[in-house]
Nanobody, 118 residues
Framework: QVQFVESGGGLVQPGGSLRLSCATSGIIFRIYGMGWYRQAPGKQRELVASITSSGDTNYADSVKGRFTISKDNAKSTVYLQMNSLKPEDTAVYYC????????????WGQGTQVTVSS
């Protein structure tokens, strides 16, 4: 069974940093791309950052230069380093595996809440 378990969220002041982690199981991690998505209240889920199986990365314009996605194949874990956080980054963050065409693999996990507020 494919599982994604996100952690590392919390309450942080504007300008602060957080590092999210996503532990995966049930998939051959190294052959899939991974993506971090977020969903704010009343809004659709959006792709924030993605990384291919070969390590190529891509970011939404809203987070470019502030967020960094990385992965550890040995630990089957993907990370999202978030710096210079803004109140508009407040959302539930999810990770999931992605095929080359962007289709997601497996079911969404519980996500981790990130709240940016003073």
């Amino acid at each position: 069974q494919v599982q994604f378990v996100e952690s590392g969220g919390g309450l942080v002041q504007p300008g602060g940093s957080l590092r999210l982690s996503c532990a995966t199981s049930g998939i051959i991690f190294r052959i899939y791309g991974m993506g971090w998505y977020r969903q704010a209240p009343g809004k659709q889920r959006e792709l924030v950052a993605s990384i291919t199986s070969s390590g190529d990365t891509n970011y939404a314009d809203s987070v470019k230069g502030r967020f960094t996605i990385s992965k550890d194949n040995a630990k089957s874990t993907v990370y999202l380093q978030m710096n210079s956080l803004k109140p508009e980054d407040t959302a539930v963050y999810y990770c999931i595996a992605r095929q080359r065409d962007g289709a997601v693999v497996g079911l969404w996990g519980q996500g981790t809440q990130v709240t940016v507020s003073s």
